[in-house]
């Protein structure tokens, strides 16, 4: 003990700040039993380690909280910032930092239970990852062989599903896996079972059934291990999962959800009697389409038969025929022996008709007469063309410019571009020209132009006449 440096008389101790915080946190601990506390969740943080922190506060205060890795396991929603929380634990000191705080051991939301708000979490992330889209859906086969059921083996709903898939069709085969359907652990033997019937051969379809309960009983079907076996199955899942009015995660994934576990056997087969009766309407609609085919049939062969002549006058005209050709046969052949001995009587003549000197002969005098001819058609070929070739010469040298040349007409070009002068007028004084004569050419210079109506041409006196 040491005395109070303001009261020298009085005996004080000493704490050091370890020791104080240690008093603190045996005083707080000691002083306070577990209590409740509600509060709106901020600086929710999850550690690495598992562990959660986060504050509790209200409009006036704020006190720390942490949950263990072991707690935060058990909890069925996701707490998140700005979420009102109902909190259980006690109260202590964390001495490292001589801060207080809440541990707690439980938590769930206000207002809306810790269920349900796992429930709609959960279905909000399966959605956003697309295990409900219409379009991963695959349709159920028309008529399953084998079945796979997983189920409770001692529930109501196991004996309804085969009692109703007996009566809608009695020979399928039905394959149970028995599971737990209710209880902590559940989830994850539902999930292995639907493992576990995916890996057996020809399985057609699997049915995921439980009867009605509340929501706390059903909660298996909400769990995510669920949801991914159902995802992950290789055949088609239909779930009946409790009342009409349940809904669970696993009804959303499934391929197709049924209202009780009885409507998800008749969903899954049809009816063998509803059947029978569809096979027989399409057996009589068969036998009477055969018969109107075949009566069409008939018609259609006596309106033919009809047509066709009478095969037995057929074969009487055939008969006659023949017997005429017989007849002619014979004779004809008759005549052909007749000649053929002739011929061999005049062989000589035979071969001096075949001799091939008298061929070569024909063939030579042949040869000669189409000589002649070719001979007088090509001189009269020549003799045609050149008459052709001398009118054709007079009647160009007749529109030949040399012969008007001749008459004594003249062609007059311009210096130096060589255009044909036709008009005077446009002839200047001293223009250079070039005159083309019918013998010969001149060059020349134009002195004057003339108006030949105006004026007298000296070469051309007027007609007095």
């Known amino acids: 003990m040491q005395k109070d440096p303001l009261f020298p008389s009085a005996p004080v101790k000493i704490y050091r700040v370890s020791e104080l915080t240690a008093e603190i946190r045996r005083t707080l601990e000691g002083s306070f039993e577990p209590l409740w506390v509600e509060g709106e969740i901020s600086n929710l943080h999850l550690h690495s380690s598992g562990h959660l922190y986060l504050t509790l506060k209200d409009d006036r205060s704020q006190i ?29 000191v964390y001495e490292v930092r001589g801060e207080y705080q809440l541990i707690l051991d439980f938590m769930e939301p206000r207002g809306l239970g810790a269920l349900q708000l796992a429930f709609e979490q959960l279905k909000e992330r399966l959605q956003k990852e697309g295990l409900f889209d219409t379009e991963r859906k695959r349709p159920l086969p028309f008529l399953p062989q084998r079945i796979g059921i997983v189920t409770s083996p001692t529930g109501a709903a196991i004996r309804d599903l085969l009692q109703i898939l007996h009566r809608r069709f009695p020979n399928l085969h039905i394959l149970i896996r028995p599971t737990r359907v209710q ?43 669920v949801a991914r076996a159902i995802a992950r199955s290789r055949r088609p899942v239909i779930t009946g999962v409790g009342h009409e009015v349940d809904f669970t995660v696993a009804d959303f994934v499934a391929d197709l959800r049924a209202p009780t576990p009885s409507a998800a056997a008749e969903l899954a087969v049809p009816l063998k009697s509803d059947l029978l009766r569809a096979l027989q309407e399409l057996e009589d609609a068969l036998i009477r389409s055969l018969r109107r085919r075949l009566q069409e049939s008939k018609d259609e062969l006596s309106q033919w038969a009809r047509r066709l002549p009478d095969p037995k006058r057929r074969i009487l005209d055939l008969r006659l025929l023949l017997d005429d050709l017989h007849g002619r046969l014979t004779v004809g052949m008759a005549r052909r022996t007749q000649r053929a001995r002739e011929q061999l009587h005049h062989p000589q003549g035979l071969l001096r008709r075949y001799d091939p000197r008298e061929e070569a002969v024909r063939a030579r005098r042949e040869l000669t007469d189409y000589g002649l001819r070719l001979l007088r058609a090509m001189e009269g070929r020549t003799r045609t063309a050149q008459e052709a070739f001398q009118r054709q010469a007079a009647l160009l040298d007749s529109l030949s410019p040399l012969n008007v040349l001749r008459r004594g007409y003249s062609i007059t070009r311009r210096l130096p571009s060589g255009e044909i002068v036709r008009d005077a007028g446009v002839l200047q004084p001293g223009d250079p020209l070039r005159i083309r004569f019918h013998q010969g050419e001149a060059q020349c210079r134009v002195e004057s132009t003339l108006d030949v109506e105006s004026e007298q041409d000296p070469l051309y006196p007027p007609d007095t006449s």
């Open 64 to 92: 720390r909280a942490v949950m263990f890795r072991s707690q935060v396991q058990l909890l069925a929603f996701e707490p998140a910032d700005g979420m009102q929380v109902l909190c259980h634990g006690r109260l202590g």
């Open 183 to 225: 209880g902590e652990g559940a989830g994850l033997e539902i999930s292995r079972a639907l493992d576990d019937l995916n890996q057996v051969e020809d399985l057609d379809l699997v049915i995921l059934a439980r009867g009605g309960g509340s929501l706390e009983d059903l909660w298996a079907f909400n769990e995510e291990a």
